[in-house]
């Protein structure tokens, strides 16, 4: 179910449509990661690297854009208050530091990893992208202020970090209109089109 044919006057969706687009993501990093350093040959990891270096590089922009989306619909949630949100999967679950691994990994490869191995293995240089890196620590605090979303049952409930910008009726409107287009599209990198209405 996406917000493209949900449609009630009372509740909202937890996720508008992004976890089917970041889904289809050729494999997950951490995955993917951990099969090319369990390879012992020097000479299979540096072909293994070069197979699937175009393969991370995908991978970080769509889960840094999934991470985007998250706030983006999140400041948009915040926005309509007093609806009723559905489908929270976290909701009455548990919020510990395991919340965090997937979005601390993903900052220490864009941060470190990826340029370190692609030097080694490649003799390439990996540049982050700083507002991929800004956009990873935002939603880290964005997680934290949320605990992770286990209480969130109302567009209220949601907690937006002072760190974040607040957009204007405008914006806001440009918010929804690009999230209902990279779920329509199924490409959520569209998202980096209105990053600068909540990231500083």
């Not at 449609?7 to 990093?29: H, M, Q, T, Y």
């Not at 992208?129 to 934290?144: A, D, G, M, S, W």
Request: net charge negative; aromatic share 14%; with cysteine.
């Amino acid at each position: 179910m996406s917000i493209l044919d949900f449609k009630s006057e009372n509740e909202v969706l937890f996720d508008p449509g992004f976890s089917a687009s970041v889904a289809r993501v050729s494999g997950n990093i951490e995955y993917m990661y951990s099969a090319f350093t369990s390879i012992i040959s020097v000479k299979q990891k540096k072909f293994q690297f070069s197979i699937l270096y175009p393969k991370f590089l995908k991978a970080i922009e769509e889960n840094v854009a999934f991470y985007l989306g998250c706030m983006l619909w999140g400041v948009y949630l915040k926005s309509i208050q007093g609806k009723e949100i559905i489908n929270n999967p976290c909701l009455n679950t548990e919020f510990d530091d395991e919340s965090y691994f997937e979005v601390d990994f993903l900052l220490r490869f864009v941060k470190e990893g990826l340029n370190r191995d692609a030097k080694y293995y490649l003799n390439k240089t990996y540049v982050s992208n700083p507002l991929y890196i800004k956009i990873l620590e935002n939603y880290r605090e964005f997680l934290t202020a949320n605990k992770g979303f286990i209480g969130v049952q109302k567009t209220d409930d949601i907690c937006i970090p002072t760190a974040l910008k607040t957009p204007s009726k405008a914006d806001i409107e440009e918010i929804y209109n690009c999230i209902y287009s990279a779920v329509q599209n199924d490409d959520v990198s569209v998202l980096f089109n209105v990053a600068d209405k909540i990231i500083a």
